[in-house]
């Protein structure tokens, strides 16, 4: 049985830092993609970051150069580094996970890429809130 449980989130003030952990366990961790995700009130759920077994990583254009995605295979937990946070940034954090190729659960239109909330198994989130 999968499960991801996130942590790390909180307040924080405009151009501050975060860092978001997602534990995982019940499968293998190495083998599948890994993915953040985020949902501010009244807005649909967001792709901010993906990672494929390889490490090889893949970014949403609002947070490119600011956040960074990162797994500790030996740890089985998924980061994501938030810096220069802007109040846009608030929302439910959520890491998931899935055993498709990343290639597959994602695509880049130009120099725009676009992580559809389409893994299958999700954490339950945390919050982040940034102040301006």
């Known amino acids: 049985q999968v499960q991801l449980v996130e942590s790390g989130g909180g307040s924080v003030q405009a151009g501050g830092s975060l860092r978001l952990s997602c534990a995982a366990s019940?499968?293998?961790?190495?083998?599948?993609?890994m993915g953040w995700f985020r949902q501010a009130p009244g807005k649909e759920r967001e792709g901010v970051a993906g990672?494929?077994?390889?490490?090889?990583?893949i970014y949403a254009d609002s947070v490119k150069g600011r956040f960074t995605i990162s797994k500790d295979n030996a740890k089985n937990t998924l980061y994501l580094q938030m810096n220069s946070l802007k109040p846009e940034d608030t929302a439910m954090y959520s890491c998931?996970?899935?055993?498709?190729?990343?290639?597959?659960?994602?695509?880049?239109?130009?120099?725009?890429?676009?992580?559809?909330?389409?893994?299958?198994?999700w954490g339950q989130g945390t919050q982040v809130t940034v102040s301006s």
């Open positions: 998931a996970a899935d055993e498709r190729p990343l290639s597959s659960l994602t695509y880049c239109v130009g120099a725009y890429c676009y992580i559809p909330p389409i893994f299958a198994y």
């Open positions: 019940g499968y293998t961790y190495s083998s599948y993609c």
């Open positions: 990672i494929d077994s390889d490490g090889n990583t």
